[in-house]
């Protein structure tokens, strides 16, 4: 039974299991998006979250906290910089797993993409401000029609030939 265990021990020591999440969170804050596999990402993703909440509020000490968890001074700069900047008004779920479909090859270990959600162009939507959603249906809307498409509408008309109607006395 795994009652209480909280943390993923990864198969490796405190100290080097440390080393080992520092590291990929340096890396993840500097490139952005990280393949790694899916324990580690999912122990990744709590120890990063809380730093990059933490760089919301840029002030000494708290650099001083993130900087004990990551030793490296580049990450730092780009956590409070570039990051912060971007996760400001986002209050949580700042990374984001994507499962990929293949294997490594040495042990089959699923592997995984991990992103920081506020730099993946892909998702995001410039320019276009969030519709209200309204509870009516659709069923009453009228289509808007623009000049070329009536044009091209009046033209078909005109190109098929009218039959003349029969009276009852031409039969």
């Known amino acids: 039974m795994r009652h209480g265990k909280k943390v993923?021990?990864?198969?490796?020591?405190?100290?080097h299991r440390h080393a080992l999440l520092s590291n990929l969170a340096s890396s993840l804050i500097?490139?952005?998006r990280i393949t790694t596999t899916v324990a580690k990402a999912k122990a990744l993703?709590?120890?990063v979250e809380p730093l990059i909440t933490k760089a919301k509020t840029d002030s000494t000490h708290s650099r001083r906290t993130v900087f004990?968890?990551?030793?490296n001074k580049e990450s730092v700069k780009s956590l409070f910089g570039e990051v912060a900047g971007r996760t400001a008004e986002r209050p949580g779920g700042y990374t984001r797993i994507i499962k990929l479909s293949d294997v490594r090859l040495g042990d089959a270990a699923d592997m995984c993409l991990m992103e920081l959600v506020d730099?993946?162009?892909l998702?995001?939507?410039d320019g276009t401000a969030k519709k209200g959603r309204t509870r009516r249906s659709g069923k009453g809307k009228k289509e808007e029609t623009t000049p070329a498409s009536e044009?091209?509408?009046a033209e078909a008309k005109e190109e098929k030939p009218k039959k003349a109607k029969k009276t009852k006395k031409e039969e």
């Not at 993923?8 to 100290?15: K, P, Q, V």
């Open 8 to 15: 993923n021990h990864l198969g490796r020591t405190s100290a």
């Open 30 to 32: 500097l490139n952005k």
């Open 45 to 47: 993703r709590k120890y």
């Open 68 to 71: 004990a968890y990551l030793q």
């Open 119 to 121: 730099f993946n162009d």
């Open 123 to 125: 998702y995001k939507k």
């Open 151 to 153: 044009t091209a509408v």
